[in-house]
């Protein structure tokens, strides 16, 4: 299908999903989609080669959405990934609004509509996000998570502070305008690894534009032990995910134009960091030392906080270490 050169639908709203065995709960994000107070919505759901029922708990939903005068379509192919998922679904895109909720999450009523109506008071705006809130995914009831900050709401530039843990990248709080986002990706593919889509989407849209803060839980993200996203994985596999995040950051680098010597060699730091604390956790004391000195050569470190950043790995064998890691991370790294 092309669609590339075909306007985009003024006041439509295109929801691309994708959905990896998700029989269970995908009815609450379809219901929830249903229940939106803006008129129009079109839904692309894109199944990413699931074995169980999903396929048929979306069919079962399909003549709710047409009698609701909400688009409907379901994109099928084989298993891979999400981000591989996303790009199956965006050659679909007719809306003038673009947003990508995860499959077992939800929308308020009136989340769809609340952005759509800041976007179209203030033109000068290609993107705007809402603030969410998290629930147990078994039993509905509001949870906690403390792995995600929420930052300093009042910032509109947020590319640095997205790409470095400084604030949300939750996938439903985001909406784009879709024209300038295909203006990125005209060949409508996004990136595709194992991590996730959320860096590809947001980062080369957050490069160029200002992204305002609705101070509203207008997104509610299911917390679930088993999910894909905290499942423990094998070193073999943390290792891969890390190699992955670099491969992909430097191809956003790419598609962003970075050509300053700054902004590289913030990304480098970016990555190093990275490099260092997973080569710390598996004991690879001299690729820990690379990536420190790596950091020092980009500007990442003090001459202090990188002899203390060293003597903490010189001591990282003993029991005070698996003690105290904790705690250090704790007050040095995860403020």
């Given at each position: 299908?092309?669609?590339?050169?075909?306007?985009?639908?003024e006041?439509?709203?295109?929801?691309?999903?994708?959905?990896?065995?998700?029989?269970?709960?995908?009815?609450?994000?379809?219901?929830?989609?249903?229940a939106?107070?803006w008129?129009?919505?079109?839904?692309?759901l894109?199944?990413d080669?699931?074995?169980?029922?999903?396929?048929?708990?979306?069919?079962?939903?399909?003549?709710?959405?047409?009698?609701?005068?909400?688009?409907?379509?379901?994109?099928?192919?084989?298993?891979?990934?999400?981000?591989?998922?996303?790009?199956?679904?965006?050659?679909?895109?007719?809306?003038?609004?673009?947003?990508?909720?995860?499959?077992?999450?939800?929308?308020?009523?009136?989340?769809?509509?609340?952005?759509?109506?800041?976007?179209?008071?203030?033109?000068?705006?290609?993107?705007?996000?809402?603030?969410?809130?998290?629930?147990?995914?078994?039993?509905?009831?509001?949870?906690?998570?403390?792995?995600?900050?929420?930052?300093?709401?009042?910032?509109?530039?947020?590319?640095?502070?997205?790409?470095?843990?400084?604030?949300?990248?939750?996938?439903?709080?985001?909406?784009?305008?879709?024209?300038?986002?295909?203006?990125?990706y005209?060949?409508?593919?996004?990136?595709?690894?194992?991590?996730?889509?959320?860096?590809?989407?947001?980062?080369?849209?957050?490069?160029?534009?200002?992204?305002?803060?609705?101070?509203?839980?207008?997104?509610?993200?299911?917390?679930?032990a088993?999910?894909?996203?905290?499942?423990?994985?094998?070193?073999?596999?943390?290792?891969?995910?890390?190699?992955?995040?670099?491969?992909?950051?430097?191809?956003?680098?790419?598609?962003?134009?970075m050509?300053?010597?700054?902004?590289?060699?913030?990304?480098?730091?970016?990555?190093?960091?990275?490099?260092?604390?997973?080569?710390?956790?598996?004991?690879?004391?001299?690729?820990?030392?690379?990536?420190?000195?790596?950091?020092?050569?980009?500007?990442?470190?003090?001459t202090?906080?990188?002899?203390?950043e060293?003597?903490?790995?010189?001591?990282?064998?003993?029991?005070?270490?698996?003690?105290?890691?904790?705690?250090y991370?704790?007050?040095?790294?995860?403020?």
């Open positions: 299908m092309d669609q590339q050169k075909a306007p985009f639908c006041g439509l709203v295109s929801i691309v999903t994708p959905v990896y065995n998700g029989e269970e709960h995908l009815p609450g994000m379809l219901d929830s989609v249903l939106q107070s008129p129009q919505i079109e839904m692309i894109v199944d080669g699931s074995t169980d029922g999903t396929l048929e708990v979306a069919e079962g939903c399909r003549g709710r959405f047409e009698a609701r005068g909400y688009g409907f379509r379901i994109v099928k192919g084989p298993h891979k990934n999400a981000s591989a998922a996303i790009s199956r679904g965006l050659p679909y895109v007719a809306g003038e609004f673009l947003i990508w909720p995860d499959s077992d999450d939800v929308l308020a009523p009136e989340s769809v509509e609340k952005r759509v109506r800041f976007l179209r008071e203030r033109p000068g705006y290609q993107c705007v996000r809402s603030l969410s809130w998290y629930f147990d995914g078994e039993t509905g009831a509001r949870a906690e998570r403390a792995d995600e900050r929420r930052g300093d709401l009042s910032r509109e530039e947020l590319f640095w502070d997205v790409l470095e843990a400084r604030t949300f990248v939750c996938c439903g709080c985001y909406m784009l305008r879709s024209e300038p986002f295909f203006a990125i005209p060949g409508r593919r996004i990136p595709e690894y194992d991590v996730g889509q959320n860096f590809q989407m947001l980062l080369p849209f957050l490069y160029r534009h200002r992204c305002p803060t609705l101070r509203e839980e207008l997104y509610g993200v299911a917390v679930r088993g999910s894909h996203s905290r499942t423990a994985l094998t070193q073999a596999q943390e290792e891969k995910k890390y190699a992955d995040y670099e491969r992909l950051v430097d191809e956003i680098a790419g598609i962003c134009g050509d300053s010597q700054e902004e590289l060699d913030r990304v480098t730091r970016w990555k190093a960091g990275r490099r260092y604390h997973i080569s710390l956790k598996y004991r690879r004391w001299g690729e820990a030392f690379r990536a420190l000195a790596q950091m020092r050569r980009c500007g990442g470190f003090k202090g906080q990188a002899l203390q060293l003597a903490w790995a010189f001591c990282s064998s003993t029991w005070v270490w698996r003690k105290l890691y904790p705690l991370r704790r007050f040095f790294h995860d403020k």
